[in-house]
Nanobody, 126 residues
Framework: VQVVESGGGSVQSGGSLRLSCTIS????????MGWFRQRPGKEREGVVV???????SYGDFVRGRFTISQGNPKNTLYLQMNNLQPEDTATYYC?????????????????????WGQGTQVTVST
């Protein structure tokens, strides 16, 4: 399995970025796919997850600023991030885990199965 993220960078507060992720070598009919992040000195936290039916769940901190989408085939993910704030500075990871129900900590299983990428850095300055 290979997971590759891209699209990170440095922006000023209020700016936007679009992250991309491609997951290859992984096939499963029912999945939780999404993004999680790790801010400096903080634990990893889920940003957004999408299930095989297209249902999404965002972290409370997103507050309508981020939008996840899938390409065709569905192993390509995008994360449109608008109105970025300094507290969004983090390494953003893409991952996937098998399942029908995508709980808050879906990414724990993605990490344990090795279905996550090397991350892409997002830095937001004031």
């Amino acid at each position: 399995v290979q997971v590759v993220e891209s699209g990170g960078g440095s922006v000023q507060s209020g700016g936007s970025l679009r992250l991309s992720c491609t997951i290859s070598g992984y096939t499963n009919s029912r999945n939780c796919m999404g993004w999680f992040r790790q801010r400096p000195g903080k634990e990893r936290e889920g940003v957004v997850v999408i299930d095989s039916d297209g249902n999404t769940s965002y972290g409370d901190f997103v507050r309508g600023r981020f939008t996840i989408s899938q390409g065709n085939p569905k192993n390509t993910l995008y994360l449109q991030m608008n109105n970025l704030q300094p507290e969004d500075t983090a390494t953003y990871y893409c991952g996937a885990s098998p399942g029908d129900t995508c709980g808050y900590r879906w990414y724990y299983r993605a990490i344990s199965l090795g279905i996550w990428g090397q991350g892409t850095q997002v830095t937001v300055s004031t």
